[in-house]
């Protein structure tokens, strides 16, 4: 079985600029997670999907961040305008929802530098 | 609201001496999933295992025991005669059924095992 596939695995960008990531999660999983891991510290939880919807986004930017998903399967996540602040690991995951909190699977992530 | 607290940032033994990690959780939730990943230094965060909050039976499995204590609110994870390839950063999270699966992290203890 494929596992959660994300790219690009790094990104360096300055700031004030835009910066895309892409997530294609296990085939069957209906919900999609985007974490934001600062270095040192656990992942963040900054929007959660059941299928196409929205069941979470109370910590994301909205001034700057975005994510949408698509026929309920691969989503985007964006940053416009990026800040320093923002240089973190990206990280999607997906579980097959059955109501019985599955775990979640993990991607490798996305390093993103923002100088 | 939903908090996972890992009080030990950082914990360093020598080979085959035994590590416990702590956890301890809040929730007002009464159906509720508790995990543990671990994050090598690859950057995935790979699943150990899920507890759900009717179980408090003691798991074991390999090298790997959690202890489980709804009374004090408690998941710890403890490796017996560790080796150098348990180095890692571990994560506890908690999962709540009734807030549609979100998924909340502690801020992880790295685990370093020295030969």
């Known amino acids: 079985e494929a596992g959660v596939a994300q790219s690009p695995r790094y990104k360096i960008i300055e700031k004030r600029q835009s910066v895309a990531f892409w997530c294609n999660p296990i085939?069957?999983?209906?919900?999609l997670y985007w974490y934001q891991q600062i270095l040192g510290q656990g992942p963040k939880l900054l929007i959660q999907?059941?299928?196409?919807?929205?069941?979470?986004d109370s910590q994301l930017p909205k001034d700057r961040f975005s994510a949408e998903r698509l026929k309920g399967v691969d989503s985007t996540l964006k940053i416009q305008p990026a800040k320093l602040e923002d240089s973190a690991v990206y990280l999607c995951a997906s579980s097959y929802y059955r109501g019985l909190g599955t775990e979640a699977f993990f991607g490798q992530g996305t390093r993103l530098t923002v100088v | 609201a939903q908090k996972v607290t890992q009080a030990q940032t950082e914990i360093s033994v020598v080979e085959k001496e035994d590590v416990t990690l702590d956890c301890v959780y809040e929730t007002r939730d009464t159906t509720y999933y508790l995990f543990w990943y671990k994050q090598p230094p690859s950057g995935e965060l790979v699943f150990l295992i899920r507890r759900n909050s009717f179980d408090e039976q003691n798991e074991i499995s390999g090298r790997y025991s959690w202890n489980f204590q709804k009374s004090t609110s408690s998941f710890n994870f403890t490796i017996t005669a560790s080796q150098v390839v348990d180095s890692a950063v571990y994560f506890c999270a908690l999962l709540i059924k009734a807030a549609g699966n979100k998924l909340t992290f502690g801020g992880g203890t790295r685990v370093l095992v020295k030969p």
């Open positions: 999907f059941q299928n196409n919807g929205v069941v979470d």
């Open positions: 085939s069957g999983h209906a919900t």
